[in-house]
Structures are given as C-alpha cells and as structure tokens.
C-alpha cells in the first residue's frame, strides 16, 4: 500500500479513482474541488464532448491512445451509472478546408481519423442546407457529459473507494508532503510515498498557457453534437449536457488571451453560427430571447495548454526535510512525482490516461510503490 497525493481537476480526480481501485491510499490536495467555480479551474467549465483526431505522429498516438482508452471506460460508466451524466450520442463533425488527414479515405483510415464506431462520411445531400461552404462531414458515435455533474460524480466515487480530500493551496508541490503529514497529525510514519502533479496549469511552468474560451449555456435543445471546422480557423461546437443541463454552445479558442471580460459579439456571432448548424435548438422553445436562445450563461474558461503538450512523466521529487532526532539539522529527501498536466482542450478526452479503471483490473500505469 502507499499513499498519493493529488489534485482535483478531471485528471487528479480520474487518477486517484484508478489508484485507489488498485488498492493504494490516495488523498487529494487542491486549492479547486467539484462544486467550485473559479476561472482558473478547467474542467467545470469544460463542453464536454468527444471528437476524434488524425494521428501523424508519435506524440498524436499516444493521444488517440488514450481517447480510445477513455472512450471504452466512459462506455462502461455510461452504462452502469446513469447519474455521472454520461451518455453515448450521434456525433457530426463539418469542415469548410479539411486537409487530406480529416478527407482523404485512405488517409483517415490509416491515422485513425476513421476509428470509432459508426465512423462514415456523409453524403453530400446530408450536409446542412445553407452551408454551400461545408466541403466535408462525417458521423461517429461520441459521448457528451455534464462537466460539474460528472466531476462531482467522480468525487462521489473517490470517497466510496476511500480517497480523503484535503482543501489547501500549495505554494509548490513539495508542500504536498507536508500538508499530508501534518494532516495524520505529524505521525512519523504518515509520509506519502509519491506525488501525482496534476495541477492544470496552477504551478506556473514556463511552457504552460491559456487558451481562452467564451462558451455559451443554453435551455434549447439538440439531440446531437456538432462541431463545424469554419474556413477562418474558428470551430463551433453544440454540446448537449444530459441531466437537465441545457446545450454548451462554443466557442472560442484564444491563446494567451487572459481577459475574463464577456465579448457581446463574439456571443452574437456564436449563437447565429450554431442555430443554423442544429434548427432543433430554435425551433421550439418558448420563453427565448430575439435569437430563439434562452441564455442560461455566457462564461469564460481557460483551457490549460502547455507547449509540447500534455506531460505525463514520472520524476523524482526532491524536498528538504528536518532530521527527526535532534529537529535542528536538515535532511534531503525524494520521492517519485508522476507529471500529469497540460491537456489543453482534450482533458476529459484523455482523464483515464494512468490505464482503464473499470475495464481492466490490472495496473499499467506507472508503479508508485
Ligand atoms: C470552455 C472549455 C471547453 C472545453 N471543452 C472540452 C471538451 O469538450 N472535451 C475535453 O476533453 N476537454 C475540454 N476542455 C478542456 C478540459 O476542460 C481540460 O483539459 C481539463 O479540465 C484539464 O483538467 P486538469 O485536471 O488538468 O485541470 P483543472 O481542472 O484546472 O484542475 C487543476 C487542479 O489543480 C488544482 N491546483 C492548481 N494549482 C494549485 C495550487 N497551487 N495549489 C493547490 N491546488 C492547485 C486546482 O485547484 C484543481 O483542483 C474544455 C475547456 C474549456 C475551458
Ligand atoms: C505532432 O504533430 C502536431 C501537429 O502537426 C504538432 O503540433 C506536434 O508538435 C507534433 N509532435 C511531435 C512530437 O512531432
Ligand atoms: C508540477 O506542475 C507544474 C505545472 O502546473 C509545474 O510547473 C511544476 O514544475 C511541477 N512540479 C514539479 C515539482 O516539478
Ligand atoms: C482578449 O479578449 C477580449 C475579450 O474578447 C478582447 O477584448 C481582447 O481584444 C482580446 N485580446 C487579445 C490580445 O486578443
């Protein structure tokens, strides 16, 4: 047995679940916990949907490693716990300039563009009326989720599985043994054993940075998800969150933007954008506003990019302790860190990274014995 110590955004969340389904003692420190709402904390604020990439490289095969990876945990989730507000639904997915690697057949089936299931390209007399810009669109079967439903969720299962939470903002990571220590009342032998840094973009690496998104929340409804790639570089994405929770229309993407001010235009332009992708949203719905949308929320997020993307390494973590017996002299200690940080826009894509929980029983992840 050993114990971790992590952070509670969509990955910290999912990795002390799968660690603590393998039978370690896991805790969890963060500054952010499920329930809370802060510009600097990622995943309440995430669509959430699945969509699928082209992997061109090795690094994008890691990735699309780890989406098939969750993809086939949250089938599972979906089907044994309705109430984590995850569902599978028909994905659709238009592009105005797709390069060779999202249109080419032989292409998308050799970089996986095509693998999942009910993958097909539409024919053109299934494209949106209207639309004489969209080149391309294709199927497949994704699943949506209910990001804070979801979240709180998973800390309902940590805690079923004995994970302890602890609320405290840590200066840097080594800080981390110490809160737990002083946590289990100073006790000699409660030293964790290793550190899971799945801090989003909180500890300040130089190669992390935001990705501004304004999305919008919606009563109206769409019985799928789309996502339309415009010619400008822009993507619209319609977002059904089950369990009551409306649509999440977004969006957009900003490197390094770091207002937190609402664009009344960007909003404008959104919504105008979406309503002719899914005619379903406008419809129906009574008590809506000029545009047919009953607003709900208009909010922004920050995705957590890094520069050369998601880390997922294992180190040491050096940290300077006091010797125990004369409590004067300074003594170095290590432990393992495992990296986990950097997921940009693809967090919930990638949150069961450390290896299948449900699915499979086994570790695969790294040992932090
Ligand atoms: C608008 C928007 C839409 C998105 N849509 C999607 C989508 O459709 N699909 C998808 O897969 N992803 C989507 N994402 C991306 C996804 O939200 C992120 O990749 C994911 O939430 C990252 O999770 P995380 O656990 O790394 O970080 P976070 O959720 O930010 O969690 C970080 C944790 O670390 C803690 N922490 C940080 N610093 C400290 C500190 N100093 N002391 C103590 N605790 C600390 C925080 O409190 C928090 O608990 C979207 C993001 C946004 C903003
Ligand atoms: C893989 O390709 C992507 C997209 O072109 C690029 O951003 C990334 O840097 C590449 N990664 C590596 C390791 O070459
Ligand atoms: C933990 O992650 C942060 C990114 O949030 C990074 O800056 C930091 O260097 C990592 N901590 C250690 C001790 O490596
Ligand atoms: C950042 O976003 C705000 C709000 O939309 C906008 O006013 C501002 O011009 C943007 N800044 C940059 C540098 O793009």
């Known amino acids: 047995m050993s114990d971790a110590t992590i952070l509670a955004g969509v990955l910290g969340l999912s990795s002390a679940i799968q660690l603590a ?40 095969r890691f990735e699309q490693e780890l989406m098939h990876e ?8 979906a089907e044994r716990h309705p109430d984590s507000s995850v569902r599978f639904v028909r994905a659709v997915e238009y592009f105005d300039s797709p390069s060779p690697a999202y249109s ?21 007399s299934e494209l949106p009326a209207g639309h004489d810009a969209i080149q391309l669109g294709v199927t497949y079967t994704g699943w949506v989720l209910n990001s804070p439903v979801y979240l709180a969720w998973l800390h309902r299962q940590a805690q079923g599985l004995g994970v302890r939470f602890i609320r405290a903002r840590l200066a840097a990571l080594e800080e981390a043994v110490f809160i737990h220590r002083e946590s289990e009342g100073n006790h000699p032998r409660a030293n964790i054993r290793a550190v899971i840094n799945a801090s989003g973009r909180g500890f300040q690496d130089p190669d992390s940075f935001p990705s501004r998104g304004q999305f919008i929340l919606v009563s109206n409804p769409c019985s799928e998800t789309i996502s339309h790639h ?78 050369g993307g998601l880390r997922l390494e294992e180190q040491t973590l050096e940290f300077q302790d006091t010797a125990e017996e004369d409590g004067l002299k300074t003594v170095s200690r290590s432990i393992p860190v495992v990296h986990c940080y950097g997921a940009g826009a693809s967090g919930f894509k990638i949150s069961w990274e450390l290896g299948g929980g449900e699915t499979s029983g086994a570790s695969r992840g790294d040992d932090i014995v």
């Open 21 to 60: 389904r393998e039978g370690h003692t896991v805790t969890v420190i963060a500054r952010d916990l499920p329930g809370d709402f802060d510009i600097e904390y990622a995943s309440p604020w995430a669509g959430s949907h699945f969509r699928p990439i082209s992997a061109n490289n090795a690094s994008e």
């Open 70 to 77: 969750t993809y086939d945990e949250l089938k599972v989730t």
């Open 104 to 124: 080419d057949e032989t292409l998308v089936k050799q970089n996986g563009y095509a693998d999942w299931p009910d993958f097909r390209i539409l024919d053109p």
């Open 230 to 307: 415009w010619a400008d570089g822009s993507t619209t994405v319609i977002i059904p969150r089950p369990l009551g929770g409306g649509t999440v229309i977004g969006g957009t993407k900003e490197p390094n933007n770091w207002s937190h001010s609402i664009s009344n235009a960007a909003t404008e332009t959104i919504l105008t954008r979406a309503a002719k992708l899914c005619e379903q949203l406008v419809s129906g719905a009574s008590n809506q506003d000029a545009s047919g949308f009953d607003i709900k929320q208009v909010y922004i997020g920050r995705r957590p990019m890094r520069k």
